[in-house]
Each structure stands twice: as C-alpha cells, then as structure tokens.
C-alpha cells in the first residue's frame, strides 16, 4: 500500500475552511464516525494532523506513538486557532520529498513514508466530508486528494477483510456513475446518504 508524493495543502486548507464555519452550537451534534459527536471529530482531526506531520518529519513521540483509539478524543479550548495552525503544519511537512521515503511511525505503527502519507491523505478526505455533513456545510474537496484517497480505498477493500475491520466498516456499494467522493466514502463504510438515510438504515 503506497502513494505517490502529494501536496495536502489545498485539502489541508478546505479542512481548516470547514472547521471555520462550526459553530459552538454544533459541537454536541452526531456525525458519520461511530461514538464520535463534531467536538470529538475536531479533536481527532486536530490529534491525527500533529501525529502524521511528527511521522513525515520521522520525529516520534507521544503523537506518532499513541494509537487513536485509547481513548475518545476531547476538544481543548483554543482549538479554532491550533487546528488550522496544526493543519498547515502538516501540509508543509509533506512537501518534502523525505516525508514519502524511509521508514516513518503513526498510531504506534511502523509503516513506509509513502504508505503514511497515503494515509494522512486519506484520513483528511474522509474526515473532510464527516465534518462537512455533520455541520451542514458544502464539501469541496481538492481534487488530487480526493483520487488519491478513493484509490486507497478502493486498494484496502481488496484486502483481507478482517484486516479492513480493523480500520473500517464493511464497505457500502455505490453506482459507479455517482460522484468520486461519494464512491471513496462508500468504500470507507460510509452511506454518503447520511444523515438521509431510508427507514431502517
């Protein structure tokens, strides 16, 4: 599982823009991640940028070592102004070639440079559209983000599944004829009708 050197600046900005428009009123709202209300996903973006910028700086520690599921992230105050901050952060770090190369670590896993990123691509698209959905907010993602993460997805949906369960839900078919992202969120296990969703879903 690999990916290709990648600039997250432009989805780096579209997740700050979107944590921008939350307001203090939608923090206790539900979102598409199981357990997770907005307050938690923020912390969790917040948590998963500093971890994969320490991982594409090979700088290892407490972020890169801790795996994200200890326990529920909890949103600190301040986090409007360290979030993007943090954000920008990792999107610098990535731009360096060496970030994609070597050896790297994040939630406590040891994996190459270039899967890492492909992984913090990933999480910044899927987390994208959660936090756009949960606040009623339109999603932009950036397009080469975007491809990348559905081919990721679409990479571990071809894996085992009980290595896949580990990390996502079962995967969740969409028409090949709808939108990109609605198709990479279905293969993250997410309906990308929610929260419309029919009876009984």
């Given at each position: 599982?690999?990916?290709?050197?990648?600039?997250?600046?432009?989805?780096?900005?579209?997740?700050?823009?979107?944590?921008?428009?939350?307001?203090?009123?939608?923090?206790?709202?539900?979102?598409?991640?199981?357990?997770?209300?907005?307050?938690?996903?923020?912390?969790?973006?917040?948590?998963?940028?500093?971890?994969?910028?320490?991982?594409?700086?090979?700088?290892?520690?407490?972020?890169?070592?801790?795996?994200?599921?200890?326990?529920?992230?909890?949103?600190?105050?301040?986090?409007?102004?360290?979030?993007?901050?943090?954000?920008?952060?990792?999107?610098?770090?990535?731009?360096?070639?060496s970030a994609?190369?070597?050896?790297?670590?994040?939630?406590?896993?040891?994996?190459?440079?270039?899967?890492?990123?492909?992984?913090?691509?990933?999480?910044?698209?899927?987390?994208?559209?959660?936090?756009?959905?949960?606040?009623?907010?339109?999603?932009?993602?950036?397009?080469?983000?975007?491809?990348?993460?559905?081919?990721?997805?679409?990479?571990?949906?071809?894996?085992?599944?009980?290595?896949?369960a580990?990390?996502?839900?079962?995967?969740?078919?969409?028409?090949?004829?709808?939108?990109?992202?609605?198709?990479?969120?279905?293969?993250?296990?997410?309906?990308?009708?929610?929260?419309?969703?029919?009876?009984?879903?």
């Open positions: 599982m690999t990916g290709a050197p990648l600039d997250l600046g432009p989805q780096a900005h579209e997740l700050a823009r979107l944590a921008r428009g939350v307001d203090d009123t939608a923090l206790n709202r539900p979102t598409p991640c199981p357990d997770y209300a907005v307050r938690h996903l923020l912390a969790h973006l917040e948590g998963l940028s500093a971890a994969f910028r320490d991982a594409a700086r090979k700088r290892f520690g407490p972020t890169t070592d801790t795996s994200p599921d200890t326990a529920l992230p909890e949103l600190r105050p301040g986090w409007r102004d360290r979030l993007p901050e943090v954000l920008g952060e990792l999107a610098e770090a990535w731009r360096e070639p994609w190369q070597g050896t790297t670590r994040a939630g406590g896993v040891e994996l190459p440079g270039a899967a890492a990123g492909a992984v913090a691509t990933d999480e910044l698209v899927v987390h994208g559209w959660d936090l756009a959905r949960a606040t009623g907010q339109e999603y932009r993602p950036d397009p080469a983000a975007l491809a990348s993460a559905y081919a990721f997805l679409a990479e571990t949906a071809q894996g085992p599944e009980e290595e896949r580990a990390v996502f839900g079962p995967v969740v078919p969409v028409p090949q004829e709808a939108p990109l992202v609605d198709r990479a969120i279905g293969l993250s296990g997410r309906d990308p009708r929610w929260p419309d969703l029919p009876p009984g879903r």
